[in-house]
């Protein structure tokens, strides 16, 4: 990776990139999605699901899907304290309020659907954009309308979505910025903007160097810091651009990071001895505690932007 040492920049980008006839390549390898057992996968569905649908509740007073807002009240505050399950959760909702009746989100870069079946228990009505076949296979399994392609190539209606999210996809692709911009038509005006996506300024980077995880050569092509990204929305046409970092991640990648650093190479499938995952929960608390989301120094970066 090389890096942009103008204070008000900071991006990180690969250097020699990979062609985006060769990109494809790197993922032939790539972590699979669905792969969990089914009674697993609708196990974990159910209990995400619901502690969402509580939060929701609790969080804007209101019911939403069978819970009534007395009880998002009274149980929400019960996984807010949880910081480590609310993180994530907070992801799977997409970062999202419950939607008035009819909302319609696109959520790019779906994966197997996970997310935007949960945002479909919370009211909203959901559409995914993904590129690999076999997550598309796994969503639309699902009962979920996906579509296969890249998100140009899928013809979405102009100013047809109230929200359009996506998670870990902006490192992905060589234009960011024209993805950007196909977002930003395909919202309502008043429409909101959530992309989620690695942090160039994460307080992990320095610690790992080149063993960090979300440098993930050679599929992450360039990393944003919150200056820079909000920038970047901003040219894309978006408004009210902020940028936050959160600490969801920072077990998992603890654990992947140490590994890339003893092993050269870490698989999705090795979930680490129980010293890894305790030295990765420990760094999160660490992390928590010493409140570096605030001061953007999170493992990621959460973009908000309005058209």
Same mark, same amino acid.
């Given at each position: 990776?090389?890096?942009?040492?103008?204070?008000?920049?900071?991006?990180?980008?690969?250097?020699?990139?990979?062609?985006?006839?060769?990109?494809?390549?790197?993922?032939?390898?790539?972590?699979?999605?669905?792969?969990?057992?089914?009674?697993?996968?609708?196990?974990?569905?159910?209990?995400?699901?619901?502690?969402?649908?509580?939060?929701?509740?609790?969080?804007?007073?209101?019911?939403?899907?069978?819970?009534?807002?007395?009880?998002?009240?009274?149980?929400?505050?019960?996984?807010?304290?949880?910081?480590?399950?609310?993180?994530?959760?907070?992801?799977?909702?997409?970062?999202?309020?419950?939607?008035?009746?009819?909302?319609?989100?696109?959520?790019?870069?779906?994966?197997?659907?996970?997310?935007?079946?949960?945002?479909?228990?919370?009211?909203?009505?959901?559409?995914?954009?993904?590129?690999?076949?076999?997550?598309?296979?796994?969503?639309?399994?699902?009962?979920?309308?996906?579509?296969?392609?890249?998100?140009?190539?899928?013809?979405?209606?102009?100013?047809?979505?109230?929200?359009?999210?996506?998670?870990?996809?902006?490192?992905?692709?060589?234009?960011?910025?024209?993805?950007?911009?196909?977002?930003?038509?395909? +919202?309502? *005006?008043?429409?909101? /903007?959530?992309?989620?996506? @690695?942090? !160039?300024?994460?307080?992990?980077?320095? $610690?790992? #160097?080149?063993?960090?995880?979300? +440098?993930? *050569?050679?599929?992450? /092509?360039?990393?944003?810091? @919150?200056? !820079?990204?909000?920038?970047?929305?901003? $040219?894309? #046409?978006?408004?009210?651009?902020?940028?936050?970092?959160?600490?969801?991640?920072?077990?998992?990648?603890?654990? !992947?990071?140490?590994?890339?650093?003893? $092993?050269?190479?870490?698989?999705?499938?090795?979930?680490?001895?129980?010293?890894?995952?305790?030295?990765?929960?420990?760094?999160?608390?660490?992390?928590?505690?010493?409140?570096?989301?605030?001061?953007?120094?999170?493992?990621?970066?959460?973009?908000?932007?309005?058209?």
């Amino acid at each position: 990776m090389r890096g942009c040492l103008a204070a008000s920049c900071g991006c990180l980008w690969l250097d020699p990139c990979p062609s985006p006839e060769d990109i494809g390549r790197a993922y032939d390898a790539y972590y699979t999605h669905g792969a969990r057992a089914p009674w697993v996968e609708q196990a974990a569905l159910r209990v995400w699901t619901l502690m969402g649908q509580i939060t929701l509740a609790g969080q804007h007073r209101r019911a939403v899907g069978p819970v009534p807002s007395l009880v998002g009240r009274t149980l929400a505050p019960l996984i807010e304290a949880v910081p480590t399950v609310a993180l994530h959760l907070a992801l799977l909702l997409r970062y999202l309020p419950p939607p008035a009746p009819g909302m319609a989100v696109l959520d790019v870069g779906c994966g197997d659907g996970f997310a935007l079946q949960i945002l479909e228990q919370t009211g909203w009505r959901v559409e995914g954009q993904e590129v690999d076949p076999k997550a598309v296979a796994a969503a639309t399994a699902r009962g979920l309308r996906v579509r296969q392609g890249r998100l140009e190539d899928c013809h979405f209606a102009e100013n047809s979505f109230d929200a359009v999210t996506s998670s870990h996809v902006l490192e992905h692709v060589h234009e960011p910025e024209a993805m950007l911009r196909t977002m930003h038509r395909l +919202l309502k *005006p008043g429409g909101t /903007l959530v992309a989620v996506t @690695p942090n !160039a300024r994460s307080a992990n980077l320095p $610690r790992f #160097g080149g063993s960090w995880l979300n +440098l993930d *050569p050679p599929r992450h /092509l360039m990393l944003f810091s @919150p200056e !820079a990204l909000a920038e970047l929305a901003g $040219r894309a #046409g978006f408004q009210r651009c902020a940028v936050t970092t959160t600490l969801r991640a920072v077990a998992t990648s603890e654990v !992947a990071s140490r590994h890339i650093r003893a $092993r050269g190479q870490h698989s999705w499938a090795d979930r680490g001895s129980w010293s890894d995952r305790l030295a990765g929960w420990r760094r999160q608390w660490t992390q928590i505690l010493n409140g570096d989301a605030g001061r953007g120094r999170g493992d990621d970066l959460v973009l908000t932007a309005t058209k």
